[in-house]
């Protein structure tokens, strides 16, 4: 089991940036680790994903371009550097570990993750 605790979140004005960190209480290495966000009103939404190795990452279309999830296994730490930041991006941003049980997985799917983090609010002023 591992536990996550998210941090970085604030008010920012639209193009501006943010670095969400997620620390781990276990070894990272074992999970493949995601992002997610949830806005109000709104259903929770898949933001980025990145493997056990980091060898692969894999984005929403909306962020593509504009954000960058990576992680350093040795400090148990996943980040998420959010550039170019739009009003629409404003939400409650969640850190999730899935622990790699199952045969296959889409990367984006919020089932496929065990364990979440409590979240850290990011707000994005016009």
């Known amino acids: 089991q591992v536990q996550l605790v998210e941090s970085g979140g604030e008010l920012v004005q639209a193009g501006g940036s943010l670095r969400l960190s997620c620390a781990a209480s276990?070894?990272?290495?074992?999970?493949?680790m995601g992002w997610f966000r949830q806005a109000p009103g709104k259903e929770r939404e898949f933001v980025a994903a990145?493997?056990?190795?980091?060898?692969?990452?894999y984005y929403r279309d909306s962020v593509k371009g504009r954000f960058t999830i990576s992680r350093e296994n040795a400090k148990d730490t996943v980040y998420l550097q959010m550039n170019s930041l739009k009003p629409e991006d404003t939400g409650v941003y969640y850190c999730?570990?899935?622990?790699?049980?199952?045969?296959?997985?889409?990367?984006?799917?919020?089932?496929?993750?065990?364990?979440w983090g409590q979240g850290t609010q990011v707000t994005v002023s016009s």
């Open positions: 990145i493997s056990r190795s980091g060898s692969s990452t």
């Open positions: 276990g070894r990272t290495s074992r999970y493949v």
């Open positions: 999730a570990a899935d622990p790699v049980l199952r045969p296959s997985r889409s990367y984006t799917a919020s089932a496929e993750y065990d364990y």
